[in-house]
């Protein structure tokens, strides 16, 4: 299809009907109507010079001033289908997110904010509406989940407030859909449930509430909790069976180095600490679910490229406190 697409294109051109320039191109793309949206995705996603000129031209062809960003969402992920590859969904988020901030100057801190939270919004959509995704994110957690994402300050809480309302009451369309939710296919060892953890200072077993997702474990007291007590980031963190001597069913994250374990914790008034474990040592309910944990940690450690994309840009603008 795409093979005929391109003939397509190309026809035009020969024939003297299409201009081989990114803008006349581009501007086919965006106004010609009845195109296969998934070929103009395909094409758009292309890593060729022509093709990535094409793409900022097409993206320079939505105006989204005054528009939200989830209105700004809907009309961009309506224009064409975003293509099933971690490289190009990339380039098209950040060429969306650069637009977006052109058009809407001081709405955020940079680009990357901008490019992050569009993806906590896609994200959100999936899980607010794949019937797949069982536990259903509060606006609370969402906010929690976008701490520190304006270059180290957060975003007003009205904004998400209304961002997060508008995606409940409607999920983002998508053209030519599939029943496939793109996101859910690369979005996927995220986990969340209950685990004993051992304490690091004071040697206990204590039940959390366990979120596995952009490659960080959070925890929480209870499952309605706003803010987690604890962040583990896990990037150079191993993942491996424990035999305990008081529980069973343990696993243990560790750091191949032997190092002190990075990670935050939050005290009770609401301080942020780094935190004390040499390792962190959970208990699962059962041997099945204990080899669930691990493997989703395992492939959330491993991940694939995408998600590293996302959260070094996470990593980036939460520690870029110089605003
Ligand atoms: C659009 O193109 C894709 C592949 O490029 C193809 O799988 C799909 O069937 C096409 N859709 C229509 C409606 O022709
Ligand atoms: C939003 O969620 C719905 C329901 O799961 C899905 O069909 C759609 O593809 C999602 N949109 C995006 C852009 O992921």
Redesign the pocket.
Known sequence: ??LV?LQGVQYLVENDLLEWRAESVAEFLYKEEGL????IG?FLGDREEMHLQTLKAFVGLHEFSDLNLVQALRQFLWSFRLPGEAQKIDRMMEAFATRYCDCNPGVFQSTDTCYILSFAIIMLNTSLHNPNVKDKPSLQRFVSMNRGINNGADLPIELLTKLYASIRSEPFKIP?DDGNDLTLTFFNPDREGWLLKMGGRVKTWKRRWFILTDSCLYYFEYTTDKDPIGIIPLENLCVRRLQDTSKQYCLELYNPKGQKIKACKTENKGRVVQGKHQSYKLSAAGAEERDAWIDAIRASITKDPFYDLVSLRKRKVIGNTSS
Do not use: Q, R
Request: cysteine-free.
């Open positions: 299809m795409l697409f296969n949206k998934t070929a395909n030519e």
